[in-house]
């Protein structure tokens, strides 16, 4: 076996697992409305169990129903009610040998009033949590220790259930971790002061799961070895955290770091790199007896692997990794990596999930939707008939690796010498290099399924015809949109295309980029390196489309690199070495010098050329930008479900 650390077994307190692979909490609102576990999630955990995960830890799990919302349609434990359904979601993953923790949790100042119906937040002191911007109440003594005694109840509910153990959320600036650091805790009862008033919130919660559910129940605890805030936890905190831990008792210890404050740390983009916080963990093992479970922004099998003979930490979690392909871990154990679809940190995940709405994965269309889009619900009827798919970008290959499983004959069309489509430029601003990988995963899979692939080869009305096909996917992705204004068609204007892809070399140059969405954004941080850039854009902000996180770094390294963003204003002509901008609020006119003039205004469907398809066949199906311009996310979702009843 490759991976003998990966794939060996491990314990946490009696409870054998079956490897070190974990999947941590992750929020996904697939829960029924009223916090059950809905066939949605129970397939959902299923998939993950059944692709080789050896302990699962439920999305944060409530324990009090009134405070203690920390999203819509959260998995709930307060009452007895809810065991039937947590039972089914226990068989569901144990018939894979899989063990699964419930992850107890309250919000306290990290949620918002409108999912208390309206009450007050509550926290242990009124201290604003910067990212919510609400002031909470203080909780009584009486409150608190009322608190106590629900997340007990959890534990109870979730034992009852023939779940395996709990894990007691203590991180990422929720209540718990409220109490525990001083940034958040500035209590004069006994609940606050000094470290041990501190954690003595926890320490009740902790021994009061133990009294009730027995000395042997396993008992995890996530906490932020660093809070990375001025006056929060540090490292040197979180292992006195850790040690206290142990000595009462419990049986693992969840590492992770930050607060919503700092959530880039917790949740990290693509600009983070694998491993970057594995000295919280290891500095913690190295201090603790217990095993550690500790996430490090795992994308590859080979850096699990890693961290594990580097003892960083004794489990590793693998989060949004599992979210993107729920058969993570048997690739990795029977040698299939190449077909292992990874996290490309773009952070659509959590943009859909903070909107309110269930979890979506941009390389997973089928992420949350398991109980729909699966092999057995598949129809194969392709008979072998052919199918043609014009455009081999990230939709032309969902829809055929799909249409392929379905045993069609597809023939996938690319007029570029390589697949990939608008990917061949997405992955060249930095940071990028998981898009590379996409698209060597997505090649990888249509060869497994026996997809014919032509490329260097313009599909037309004719050539398909040639085929005699059964129907045609259209995806032939979108073209620049280029403004109708004086000289726009000059040597010195350009797309943003033909600057990531190299078809335009610019150094030494004073370059006006029109548009301020994510490609102008990126294709600036790329110019910005040999020529002085500023940005134009019509609206009163840029990059509106990008995860916060994403949105704030990608600001920042433009401001360094000297960038300028001009918002407000649009390009209404074009000059030898000069543009005129109109500004937004006035209409009034103003001009700024420019060697060149790179457009970034985003694509427009090809018409002209699905119409002439349309025309010609019977069946035929527009997906991507060819319908209607939009995300990776919405092109890969749309082929995957347009395929699936093709």
């Given at each position: 076996m490759k991976y003998q650390k990966l794939f060996s077994k491990?314990?946490?307190?009696?409870?054998?697992?079956?490897?070190?692979?974990?999947?941590?909490?992750?929020?996904?609102?697939?829960?029924?409305?009223?916090?059950?576990?809905?066939?949605?999630?129970?397939?959902?955990?299923?998939?993950?169990?059944?692709?080789?995960?050896?302990?699962?830890?439920?999305?944060?799990?409530?324990?009090?129903?009134?405070?203690?919302?920390?999203?819509?349609?959260?998995?709930?434990?307060?009452?007895?009610?809810?065991?039937?359904?947590?039972?089914?979601?226990?068989?569901?993953?144990?018939?894979?040998?899989?063990?699964?923790?419930?992850?107890?949790?309250?919000?306290?100042?990290?949620?918002?009033?409108?999912?208390?119906?309206?009450?007050?937040?509550?926290?242990?002191?009124?201290?604003?949590c910067k990212v919510v911007g609400e002031m909470p109440r203080e909780l009584t003594t009486a409150e608190c220790e009322a608190m106590v005694k629900k997340f007990v109840t959890g534990a109870v509910i979730a034992k009852n259930a023939g779940i395996d153990g709990v894990e007691i959320h203590a991180a990422h600036g929720y209540l718990i971790?409220?109490?525990?650091?001083?940034?958040?805790?500035?209590?004069?009862?006994?609940?606050?002061?000094?470290?041990?008033?501190?954690?003595?919130?926890?320490?009740?919660?902790?021994?009061?799961?133990?009294?009730?559910?027995?000395?042997?129940?396993?008992?995890?605890?996530?906490?932020?070895?660093?809070?990375?805030?001025?006056?929060?936890?540090?490292?040197?905190?979180?292992?006195?955290?850790?040690?206290?831990?142990?000595?009462?008792?419990?049986?693992?210890?969840?590492?992770?770091?930050?607060?919503?404050?700092?959530?880039?740390?917790?949740?990290?983009?693509?600009?983070?790199?694998?491993?970057?916080?594995?000295?919280?963990?290891?500095?913690?093992?190295?201090?603790?007896?217990?095993?550690?479970?500790?996430?490090?922004?795992?994308?590859?099998?080979?850096?699990?692997?890693?961290?594990?003979?580097?003892?960083?930490?004794?489990?590793?979690?693998?989060?949004r990794g599992q979210l993107v392909d729920p058969q993570w871990g048997n690739k990795a154990k029977y040698g299939k990596e190449e077909l292992l679809r990874k996290c490309i940190g773009c952070m659509y995940c959590f943009k859909i999930a903070n909107q309110g709405r269930p979890l979506a994965c941009t390389v997973n269309p089928i992420l949350g939707r398991e109980t729909i889009y699966n092999d057995k619900n598949i129809v194969k009827d392709g008979e072998g008939k052919t199918v043609a798919v014009i455009g081999g970008g990230p939709g032309g290959m969902q829809a055929a690796y799909v249409l392929a499983k379905r045993g069609f004959h597809v023939v996938l069309f690319e007029k570029e010498k390589v697949l990939g489509g608008t990917l061949n430029v997405a992955d060249r601003p930095p940071h990028k290099a998981m898009i590379t990988e996409l698209i060597q995963t997505q090649v990888a899979e249509l060869r497994v399924q026996g997809v014919e692939i032509q490329i260097n080869t313009e599909a037309d009305v004719d050539t398909v015809k040639a085929l005699n096909p059964y129907g045609v996917i259209v995806a032939v992705g979108g073209s620049p949109i280029v403004p109708n204004v004086p000289g726009i068609d000059g040597p010195n204007v350009c797309t943003a295309e033909d600057v990531l892809?190299?078809?335009?070399?610019?150094?030494?140059?004073?370059?006006?980029?029109?548009?301020?969405?994510?490609?102008?954004?990126?294709?600036?941080?790329?110019?910005?390196?040999?020529?002085?850039?500023?940005?134009?854009?019509?609206?009163?902000?840029?990059?509106?489309s990008l995860y916060a996180s994403v949105r704030g770094a990608l600001l920042k390294r433009l401001a360094a690199a000297g960038v300028e963003i001009l918002t407000g204003h649009g390009l209404s002509g074009v000059s030898d070495r000069e543009i005129t901008l109109s500004i937004t609020e006035t209409a009034h006119s103003e001009k700024r010098k420019a060697d060149i003039v790179v457009l970034a205004i985003g694509v427009r469907s090809r018409k002209k050329l699905t119409d002439e398809f349309e025309k010609a066949f019977d069946k035929v199906t527009l997906v991507g930008d060819a319908r209607k311009p939009g995300l990776i996310a919405e092109a890969m979702r749309e082929a995957n479900d347009k395929a699936f009843v093709f």
């Open positions: 491990g314990k946490i307190g009696n409870l054998e697992l079956k490897n070190r692979i974990v999947m941590p909490a992750m929020g996904t609102g697939f829960a029924s409305f009223n916090g059950e576990a809905s066939d949605e999630l129970i397939r959902y955990y299923e998939e993950r169990a059944k692709g080789g995960c050896g302990l699962i830890i439920t999305e944060i799990t409530r324990i009090d129903d009134e405070t203690g919302i920390g999203m819509s349609n959260q998995l709930t434990a307060t009452s007895g009610k809810y065991i039937p359904r947590l039972t089914r979601l226990a068989d569901a993953v144990h018939r894979y040998d899989t063990k699964i923790f419930i992850q107890l949790h309250h919000p306290g100042n990290e949620t918002y009033s409108r999912l208390l119906g309206g009450r007050q937040i509550v926290a242990p002191s009124p201290v604003v971790n409220q109490f525990i650091s001083p940034h958040t805790n500035k209590r004069t009862d006994k609940y606050g002061g000094d470290f041990y008033n501190r954690m003595r919130f926890i320490t009740e919660i902790i021994l009061g799961i133990r009294y009730t559910c027995g000395q042997s129940f396993p008992i995890s605890v996530r906490i932020s070895a660093d809070e990375f805030i001025d006056d929060g936890l540090k490292l040197e905190d979180g292992i006195k955290v850790a040690r206290y831990l142990e000595s009462l008792g419990i049986h693992a210890i969840n590492v992770s770091c930050g607060t919503y404050e700092s959530g880039h740390t917790i949740i990290e983009p693509s600009f983070m790199e694998e491993g970057w916080k594995k000295h919280l963990a290891k500095a913690i093992k190295k201090n603790v007896k217990i095993p550690v479970i500790a996430v490090n922004t795992i994308k590859h099998p080979a850096a699990a692997e890693a961290l594990l003979e580097e003892e960083v930490s004794d489990f590793v979690g693998i989060g892809s190299g078809k335009v070399s610019i150094e030494g140059k004073q370059v006006a980029v029109i548009g301020g969405g994510v490609t102008g954004l990126e294709t600036s941080e790329v110019l910005a390196k040999e020529n002085k850039v500023t940005v134009v854009e019509m609206m009163n902000e840029v990059g509106t």
